[in-house]
């Protein structure tokens, strides 16, 4: 009888060691296989935010999943995640704060200068976007899941935003931030009290899913 136990307490600690090791590094496949009920445990989530090396894959993926956990509590269906959305996402937020401007206008870059341009670089070919921008400065959040749980109630708490929210329409989404550490928008207190700014947007694809290609833009790295 002692041989059996010996197995069962090596498989369990083997199981335990692999799920553990299995939540080290961001990969998408856990877009299908976290749910809304056992995200908010999950490991990567809950890791402090080291500004020197910010893992945006997965501070991308937390806002997804907290957008969908306020659709829920509306009694709305979640809408799934699309990576040419995610690219269209973080590329317009890193624009946002290189080039100095907070708007869905990008006046700086032609290329870039409308959603349905940003989701041509993206390899989108259908778009029916809507999008959601939002910018946070000077202050520290002790997780992932915090500074997205900020972010997603400015928006809940904005009617013009919460209407892309909570759309019936919305199918698909990608969710994309970045961190800017300078004077950005002239804010200058913000950048002498050594902190920075983080900017993010939305993109929600509504009436039906997005043909997507390979992308001219890149997305974060995992």
């Given amino acids: 009888m002692k041989y059996p136990t010996v197995i069962i307490i090596t498989l369990f600690f083997w199981y335990t060691a692999f799920n553990a090791s299995a939540q080290r590094k961001w990969d998408d496949k856990y877009y299908g296989e976290l749910t809304n009920e056992d995200f908010r445990s ?3 989530f ?8 910010i893992d945006y894959k997965v501070l991308n993926a937390v806002l997804f999943f907290v957008s969908n956990e306020a659709r829920i509590s509306r009694g709305l269906t ?3 995640y699309q990576p040419n959305l995610e690219i269209m996402a973080w ?4 624009a946002m704060g290189e080039r100095d401007f ?16 940003r989701a041509e670089l993206a390899a989108i070919t259908n778009p029916t976007v809507s999008e959601n921008i939002s910018a946070i400065g000077g202050l520290k959040f002790d997780s992932y899941l915090a500074l997205a749980e900020h972010i ?17 329409k919305a199918l698909q989404l990608g969710c994309g931030a970045y961190y800017y550490l300078g004077v950005w928008q002239g804010n200058k207190d913000i950048k002498k009290q050594g902190d920075g700014f983080w900017i993010s947007t939305q993109n929600f694809q509504s ?12 997305g974060p790295k995992g």
């Fill in 102 to 117: 907070f708007d869905h206008v990008n006046s700086k870059d032609k290329k870039r200068k409308t959603p349905k341009e």
């Fill in 42 to 44: 999950f490991k990567l």
């Fill in 46 to 53: 809950n890791n402090s935010i080291n500004i020197d090396k």
């Fill in 152 to 168: 997603i109630n400015g928006w809940i708490n904005s009617p013009p935003h919460a209407k892309n929210l909570f759309s019936e």
């Fill in 207 to 218: 009436f039906t899913n997005v043909v997507g290609g390979q992308s001219k833009d890149k």
């Fill in 78 to 80: 979640q809408v799934d």
């Fill in 91 to 94: 590329n317009h937020s890193i």
